[in-house]
Every structure is written in structure tokens, then in C-alpha cells.
């Protein structure tokens, strides 16, 4: 039984900065982790990602520059740095997790075993 639960979200104005995280029970060393966001109505896009072997993110072209991914393995928790923020940056963020990372497939929904139930992050003008 594995539970992510994701905090730090909020409201923010353009080029705020907010540093969402997300704690997980239940799951074993050795994982990726990883956010996508979503808007309603529209689909699931992938965020970054940390893989726990590697010494490298891997970022969606929006938000390179701007965010910042990393964990705390003693912790099972996984941090997303997010700067300079823009309005276009709305939406829920859900952290994820996996056993077998793909770097094909990584920026799938599929490809990800556990998923959080979300923080809101809002950035207004």
C-alpha cells in the first residue's frame, strides 16, 4: 500500500515562487519520482521527473529554467522548485512515482505505478 500526499500549494502573482513537496508512505528505495499537472478539461502533461540512479532531471520544455526538482530519499519526499512563475503554470500538481524508470516513457501517464490526489497551484496577474 503506497499513499503520496502532496502540500505546499497556494496562490501565487506572476514571478512568485512556490516549492510544493510530497511525502510517501509505503514505498520502497530505489524509486523515480516525478509531477505532472493538469488543468480541467484538459489532459495530464508531464512536469519533471528524478530518477534514482541518475545524476540528472529531466524537465518539460515550459518549465525548464524555472523549475527545480529533487528529493529527500531518507524521506521518501520529493520536492518541485518552482520560479518565476507564470499564469500558464495554473493548475493541479500530482507527484508520481515509479519502480522501473523509462526515459521513453517517462513523460506518459501510463508509464507512472503511483499518483498523489493533487495541490492546487495559482498564479494570477
Known amino acids: 500500500q503506497v499513499q503520496r500526499v502532496e502540500s505546499g500549494g497556494g496562490l501565487v502573482q506572476t514571478g512568485g515562487l512556490l516549492k510544493p513537496s510530497c511525502a510517501a508512505s509505503?514505498?520502497?528505495?530505489?524509486?523515480?519520482l516525478g509531477w505532472f499537472r493538469q488543468n480541467p478539461g484538459k489532459e495530464r502533461a508531464f512536469v519533471a521527473a528524478?530518477?534514482?540512479?541518475?545524476?540528472?532531471?529531466t524537465y518539460s520544455d515550459p518549465v525548464k529554467g524555472r523549475f527545480t526538482i529533487s528529493r529527500d530519499s531518507a524521506k521518501n519526499t520529493v520536492y518541485l522548485q518552482m520560479n518565476s512563475l507564470k499564469t500558464e503554470d495554473t493548475a493541479i500538481y500530482y507527484c508520481?512515482?515509479?519502480?522501473?524508470?523509462?526515459?521513453?516513457?517517462?513523460?506518459?501517464?501510463?508509464?507512472?505505478?503511483?499518483w498523489g490526489q493533487g495541490t492546487q497551484v495559482t498564479v494570477s496577474s
Open positions: 509505503g514505498l520502497p528505495a530505489g524509486y523515480s
Open positions: 528524478i530518477t534514482s540512479r541518475r545524476d540528472r532531471n
Open positions: 508520481v512515482a515509479v519502480r522501473v524508470w523509462s526515459p521513453k516513457l517517462m513523460q506518459t501517464t501510463p508509464h507512472w505505478d503511483y
